[in-house]
């Protein structure tokens, strides 16, 4: 979406679109997978085959967590190498929400009453976090 958003509205391809869109690339493949857990039953009886199922819930608990740690590793890195302005760095704002929404997948994966709560700080952290990274595309 970002880089498509940004090809239309430029006509060009750029690293900065390509570094920015990691950060929603790698939140909604997370939020996608964390929406799995819950139907695996339900989808396993339908034939469906996606990570959960196949790897079970705390294997794709692991890698939810990769995930989170290469969305905001590419905030990070974009910065660094020069892709992204320092206040882009706004994006980072909310790693305390993707910190306690881990451990919360990590701790509850299996308990779905439990997990629920922070099935809601995962999609707070999906659309915050890239709100945050294009404030400060903007205000650079």
């Known amino acids: 979406m970002v880089m498509g958003t940004h090809f239309v509205l430029t006509g060009e391809y750029s690293m900065t679109a390509f570094v920015a869109s990691l950060v929603s690339f790698f939140l909604v493949s997370d939020l996608l997978l964390l929406n799995q857990f819950p139907d695996i039953e339900a989808d396993r009886q339908v034939g469906r085959r996606h990570l959960p199922i196949l790897l079970g819930r705390r294997t794709s608990a692991f890698i939810y967590g990769a995930f989170l740690f290469f ?25 305390v929400i993707a910190v306690l929404t881990l451990i919360g997948v990590l701790r509850y994966g299996e308990d779905m009453s439990k997990l629920i709560g922070y099935m809601g700080l995962n999609v707070l952290l999906t659309v915050l976090t890239p709100v945050l990274v294009g404030i400060g595309l903007l205000i650079d």
């Open 71 to 95: 969305a905001f590793s590419s905030i990070g890195i974009g910065v660094m190498l020069g892709f992204l302005p320092g206040t882009v760095l706004l994006g980072l704002l909310p790693v």
